[in-house]
């Protein structure tokens, strides 16, 4: 019997699932960007700068918005515990937003990425395992 796992994850929190007869349980506890990350030292990001005609600075911040490169960073520490662990799963269903899907492939290994049997393009985690599983389960649409 193959060993299934199923990734269900957001910006801020991951739950590694695995399939065991017809149900989900958990293979690692229930992961959360706060537990996980170090803060960002926000004031070593801000700069000053000085405006032309007088001699005043103001502080902006960087283009990149502090809550994203955390949820980006959260994602590859995600997606580093799936990559070491490839031994202990035959399929892989990744089940996150649109945008949270592509960041984590992009950090997934390619031999991760020929055992993804399905993605899925839901916010799920906050949902019941027994609904996840009729997700991860189900027949995609033809």
Same mark, same amino acid.
């Given at each position: ?81 799936? @990559?070491? @662990? ?34 899925? @393009? ?21």
């Amino acid at each position: 019997m193959k060993k299934e796992w199923v990734l269900v994850a957001d910006g801020s929190r991951a739950k590694i699932l695995k399939r065991e007869n017809h149900s989900l349980v958990h293979a690692f506890p229930t992961y959360h960007a706060d537990q996980m990350m170090n803060p960002i030292d926000k004031d070593s990001k801000i700069s000053k700068v000085k405006e032309s005609h007088e001699i005043t600075r103001h502080a902006y911040s960087p283009h990149e918005e502090y809550k994203d490169a955390e949820k980006k960073e959260f994602i590859r520490k995600i997606s580093d515990i799936i @990559n070491r @662990n490839l031994k202990e799963y035959d399929c892989l269903v990744l089940i996150a937003p649109a945008e949270r899907l592509g960041e984590i492939r992009g950090y997934l290994q390619s031999s991760v990425k020929e055992k993804i049997r399905r993605e899925i @393009n839901k916010d799920l985690v906050k949902t019941p395992l027994d609904e996840v599983y009729k997700y991860a389960t189900e027949l995609p649409d033809s």
